[in-house]
């Protein structure tokens, strides 16, 4: 399977006494007018908006700078904290952060006065088209009547992933013309919305595992504020490599024979056995919650199977198991397939397109994973080229309230106003 940081999509699976699967994997301007917010804006005091790890300003010092915009003309200007972007150009246009940002809670208000406009998260720049151009995920802030605010969209790639049609309570969340609370998490390939403190969307991809953070100006006539814009960067996954080229690390053969290297270490390859009886499985030693499982190799086995959440023993009764022998995998080439297990949800990918996914209650919350042969071992050959996990530790989930209730600050440059004088005795 082929080497890479980001995967995206998922493959068709098959129940056993077990279940099936679905994932992603990752390792992955011209001005015009200014326009005022009539709101005053806020203090945020970040012991009242996430638990754990600490919410801090993604804007330094109330300001944009270091920040650029890309793709149409637009004006962005930040005044009391404040950022407000306006445009009428034809293109869409972004304030784009000045690095990545991979595992991360962004937690802000916003406020719409016409047109249409979202917030990107892990997108990526094109820089070679004049003032260049910009494609990722965008939450979206939708004021029309179709109401899909908070809902994950694919700007410049592959449209709607994971929209509101089926989620009622998160359309009528949405207030326009008013401030509105966002809540964004992005971990590894989840994501999850909240909007006013209601979900929003919910969805598993592995296009990208990190890029920048942007807000963006819709083309044909948009106004928008944003303001209490903070962050919370999560710690990255925990890589536990499994086979490297050269030594299995924390697997072994619990069926059949030992799995022999092809080639010489460090770019030999993991195969399965093909002369025993018995179906050939390769066994973690380690159980494993959360996590992402990413196989680089080769897969002609029709019968071929990747298994999570192994209960206690070699028994496969109650895990769940996805079919990694189809067909387009069958063409002699590298892949990658990644398996994202979080909470009672498998999902696969292969080459970052989704193959399936399913939920299963009652699938234990730690098990271990196995790679296991077709019963007649003449079939066909599992070759690994590269294996790992990435485990991601348990996090409180953000606190998403409603909007917080409004402070009173001063102007920029406006002095505080002097103590009452001490009452005469």
């Keep these: 399977m082929v080497s890479t940081a980001t995967l995206h999509a998922a493959v068709s699976l098959t129940a056993m006494p077990l279940a099936a699967t679905t994932i992603g994997a990752a390792a992955w301007s011209a001005a015009s007018p200014t326009h005022a917010v009539s709101a005053t804006p806020a203090v945020l ?38 950022l407000t972007g306006h445009g009428t150009d034809t293109r869409n246009a972004f304030l784009v952060s000045p690095r990545n940002y991979g595992d991360f809670v962004l937690d802000l208000e916003l406020r719409i006065d016409e047109g249409n406009s979202g917030v990107q998260i892990r997108s990526q720049v094109r820089e070679n088209e004049g003032s260049g151009s910009l494609f990722g995920y965008q939450v979206e802030i939708d004021p029309t009547a179709r109401a899909w605010s908070g809902g994950i969209y694919d700007e410049g790639r592959r449209g709607w992933l994971f929209d509101l049609k089926d989620n009622e309570a998160a359309r009528n969340a949405f207030k326009a013309d008013q401030w509105n609370r966002y809540v964004i998490e992005c971990r590894g390939p989840w994501f999850r919305t909240w909007v006013n403190g209601v979900p929003a969307a919910q969805g598993v991809d592995i296009m990208d595992a990190d890029g920048r953070i942007a807000f963006q100006v819709h083309s044909g006539g948009t106004t928008v504020h944003w303001r209490r814009v903070m962050i919370a960067e999560l710690p990255p996954p925990k890589v536990v490599r499994m086979f490297d080229g050269g030594a299995v690390h924390g697997w072994s053969a619990r069926s059949g024979a030992p799995w022999p290297l092809d080639g010489t270490p460090p770019h030999a390859r993991l195969v399965n056995p093909r002369t ?94 196995a790679i296991l042969g077709s019963p007649s071992q003449k079939q066909g050959t599992i070759s690994i080229d590269r294996a790992r996990v990435l485990v991601y530790p348990p996090m409180e989930d953000p606190r998403v309230g409603p909007p917080m209730p409004e402070h009173t600050v001063p102007p920029t440059a406006t002095p505080p106003a002097a103590p009452p004088p001490a009452a005469t005795p």
């Design 45 to 82: 005091d970040d012991h009242e908006r996430l638990a754990q790890p600490a919410l801090k300003p993604l804007f330094h010092a109330r300001s944009i700078e270091g920040w650029h915009i890309v793709g149409g003309k637009a004006d962005f200007s930040m005044r009391d904290g404040v």
């Design 276 to 369: 025993e009886a018995e179906p050939s499985m390769l066994m973690s030693d380690e159980a494993y919650g959360d996590c992402v499982a990413i196989l680089e190799g080769r897969c002609d086995d029709p019968g071929a199977a990747f298994i999570v959440r192994v209960p206690e023993g070699d028994s496969l009764d109650g895990s769940v198991r996805s079919t990694i022998g189809v067909d387009r995998l069958r063409d002699g080439k590298d892949h990658a397939i990644a398996v994202a297990i979080k909470g009672t949800r498998v999902n696969m990918f292969v080459d970052r397109v989704a193959e399936g996914g399913r939920d299963e209650a009652t699938m234990p919350t730690h098990g271990r994973m």
